[in-house]
C-alpha cells in the first residue's frame, strides 16, 4: 500500500546557451546536419499503429523550402473514423489508471527531453520552422519539459482539493475524466504548445485524437515518437494529419466528442463554437471548448520609459521567431519626447539585424513558416508602402526564391487605426504611432479600444504613477501584462499564458485552470450510520 505520494518538486529546466565553444552547440549542429541528410515518410499513429494512406503532402524547411524533410501521410475519412474509435477503446484502461501512474509517463518524458531526446527536437524545430538555436531551446526543449513537469503538480494540488466532512459522514470530489475524447489541434509555431495540448488532457484521463499543424508534421511526429519511448498507451493520443475541414466535420460529429484543445485563429476558433452549438444535441456532455487564438500585442511607453530597455524589448519582442509568436509585440504608442532620443537608435538596430538559414548560428531571424504567411504579410507591407497614412521606416524587402524571408519591417501610422495598427499580422512588421506627451490618459484609451484582442501587453515607464495608472486603464486589454519587460516569454509556473477577448478563452496554459477543464467532477457523500426514521424533531406534540 502506498502512503501520501508526493510528485517531484518542478524547477524551470535551465536554458542552455549554445554560445561558441560549448559541447551543445557541438551536439546540436551534428544533430541538424544528421536530421537535414534524412527524408522522413511519416505515417498516421492510430491506436499504436503506424498507419499509411497513400495519399501525401511535404513538410519542408522555411529558409530553404526546396529542401523536404518529410513526406507525410494524411487521413481520410476510414481513419479519422479509426482514431475516434481507438480514443475511445484506449480510455477505459487509461481511465482507470491510477493519476500517479499517468503522471509517470509525463515525467519520463519530461527526463527524457532534458537528456537523449534534446538534441533531437531543437534541430526538428530549428529545421521545420526555422527556429535559431535559442528559440528552438526555449520552446521545443524547456518550456515542453516545464509543462510535463509543472503540469504533474498542478494535477496532484486539484486532486488534493476536497470538501469538508460533518460528524458522522465523509464528502470527497472524484475528478473524472470526460465521458469522450479531447480533439487537439495544434499550431505550427511553437513545438512546446504541440506537445501540451494532446498531453495536459491526457494527463487527467482523457483520450486525445491530435491534428498537428499542416506545415510541422515532422516536429509533431517527434513528439508523438518521444511520448512513445516515455510509456505512453497506444491509443491514449491518436497523432492524424490531413484536411483541417474533413477533420474537424467527422471530430464535431461525433457523439464520443467531449472537448476541444485549440490553438490558432480567431476564426477558425469561432467557426468550432458555431458547429459544437449546432451539434450539441448529439453529444453526451456539453463539450469544453478551451482555445487560445490571436492577438494584437502592444507595448506602450511612458515618457519616463528608459530608453535602453525599451528598445530591447521591441526588437525581441517583435522581430524574435521572425514576429510568428501569439504574444509578439505588433503596436507600439511612444510619446514624442521620447521617439526623438530613440528612433535613429532603434531603426540602426532593427537595419543590423541578421536574417539567414538558422543552421548558421551567427542569425537573429530565419523565414516565416510559408508561402501563404509569406504572401500575407508582404501585402500589409505593401499596402504601408502606397498608403498616405503610413510610412515604412525600415525593412520591407522581401525575397522567397530559396526561403521565405521578410526583412524586420517598422512602420509609423500617422493615424491610430491604421490598418497595421489594428489587425494581426503574424510576421515580422512593427507599427509605431507616436503620440503627444501630455495625452498619456488618451492614448491608455486607445490601447485598449483599438483592437479587439486582449492576449498580452507591455507598459514601460519609470514613474510608478504612470505603471499604476497603465495597469489600471488596461486591466481587460491584455491576458498577460508585462511591466517593463517585452510582452512574449510567459514562463510555465511564473506566468500562466492566455488572453480573453478575441485571443480565447484564458484557461491559462501552465497552470491548474487549464487542468480544470479536463476533469468532470463528482461529489460522493457516504453517510456511516443513515437515519431510519423519516420524522423530525419538530413534528412532535404541541
Not at 511612458?302 to 525581441?316: E, G, N, Y
Request: aromatic residues 10%.
Amino acid at each position: 500500500m502506498s502512503g501520501d505520494i508526493q510528485v517531484p518538486l518542478p524547477v524551470n529546466e535551465p536554458v542552455r546557451s549554445y554560445a561558441p565553444g560549448t559541447p551543445e552547440r557541438t551536439a546540436l549542429k551534428a544533430k541538424l546536419n544528421e536530421l537535414a541528410s534524412q527524408e522522413l515518410e511519416i505515417p498516421l499513429l492510430v491506436g499504436g499503429k503506424e498507419v499509411r494512406t497513400g495519399k501525401t503532402a511535404k513538410n519542408v524547411m522555411p529558409h530553404k523550402h526546396g529542401h523536404t524533410l518529410a513526406t507525410c501521410h494524411w487521413a481520410g475519412p476510414h481513419e479519422i473514423e479509426l482514431a475516434i474509435r481507438a480514443a475511445k477503446e484506449a480510455r477505459k484502461e487509461w481511465a482507470s489508471w491510477r493519476w500517479e501512474e499517468r503522471a509517470t509517463v509525463l515525467l519520463r518524458a519530461a527526463e527524457l527531453l532534458a537528456t537523449t531526446w534534446r538534441d533531437t527536437l531543437n534541430a526538428a524545430t530549428m529545421l521545420c520552422q526555422s527556429k535559431t538555436p535559442h528559440q528552438a531551446e526555449i520552446d521545443a526543449a524547456c518550456e515542453l519539459i516545464d509543462f510535463y513537469r509543472f503540469n504533474v503538480q498542478f494535477a496532484e494540488r486539484l486532486y488534493q482539493d476536497q470538501p469538508l466532512s460533518a460528524a458522522g459522514m465523509w464528502n470527497r470530489i472524484e475528478y473524472r475524466e470526460l465521458e469522450g475524447f479531447v480533439y487537439a489541434i495544434t499550431p505550427f509555431n511553437f513545438t512546446s504548445i504541440a506537445g501540451n495540448l494532446p498531453t495536459s488532457p491526457a494527463l487527467m484521463g482523457n483520450t486525445v485524437v491530435w491534428k498537428p499543424g499542416r506545415t510541422t508534421i515532422y516536429s509533431g511526429y517527434y513528439i508523438a515518437k518521444l511520448l512513445e519511448a516515455a510509456g505512453m498507451p497506444p491509443g491514449v493520443i491518436n497523432f492524424i494529419s490531413g484536411d483541417s475541414s474533413q477533420i474537424t466535420d467527422m471530430i464535431l460529429s461525433s457523439p464520443e466528442f467531449a472537448g476541444v484543445h485549440f490553438t490558432g485563429s480567431t476564426a477558425v476558433f469561432q467557426s468550432f463554437w458555431r458547429t459544437i452549438g449546432e451539434n450539441v444535441h448529439k453529444y453526451r456532455s456539453y463539450p469544453r471548448i478551451v482555445g487560445e487564438t490571436g492577438g494584437k500585442d502592444f507595448i506602450i511607453a511612458h515618457a519616463s520609459a528608459d530608453v535602453d530597455a525599451l528598445i530591447t524589448a521591441i526588437v525581441r519582442g517583435a522581430f524574435e521567431y521572425q514576429g510568428q509568436k501569439c504574444s509578439a509585440a505588433s503596436r507600439v504608442y511612444i510619446p514624442d519626447i521620447l521617439w526623438k532620443v530613440m528612433k535613429d537608435r532603434l531603426l540602426s538596430e532593427v537595419e543590423a539585424i541578421a536574417m539567414g538559414d538558422v543552421s548558421d548560428f551567427r542569425n537573429f531571424m530565419g523565414a516565416v513558416i510559408d508561402e501563404k504567411a509569406f504572401k500575407k504579410i508582404t501585402s500589409y507591407i505593401d499596402d504601408a508602402r502606397s498608403s498616405p497614412d503610413a510610412e515604412i521606416l525600415v525593412g520591407g524587402e522581401s525575397d522567397s526564391a530559396e526561403g521565405y524571408f521578410i526583412r524586420p519591417t517598422i512602420i509609423q501610422a500617422k493615424r491610430p487605426d491604421y490598418l497595421t495598427m489594428c489587425e494581426e499580422i503574424f510576421g515580422p512588421v512593427l507599427t509605431v504611432y507616436i503620440y503627444p506627451e501630455n495625452r498619456w490618459d488618451e492614448t491608455l484609451e486607445l490601447v485598449d479600444t483599438t483592437s479587439q484582442y486582449a492576449l498580452t501587453g507591455a507598459v514601460f515607464a519609470n514613474d510608478r504613477k504612470a505603471i499604476t495608472e497603465a495597469h489600471a486603464a488596461l486591466r481587460q486589454a491584455a491576458g498577460n501584462f508585462y511591466v517593463n519587460d517585452k510582452p512574449t516569454g510567459a514562463v510555465v509556473g511564473q506566468q500562466p499564458f492566455g488572453g480573453s477577448r478575441a485571443s480565447g478563452t484564458n484557461d491559462k496554459a501552465g497552470s491548474g485552470l487549464n487542468l480544470v477543464r479536463w476533469v468532470s467532477a463528482r461529489t460522493v457523500k457516504e453517510l456511516f450510520v443513515p437515519p431510519t426514521d423519516y420524522r423530525y424533531p419538530y413534528m412532535g406534540a404541541e
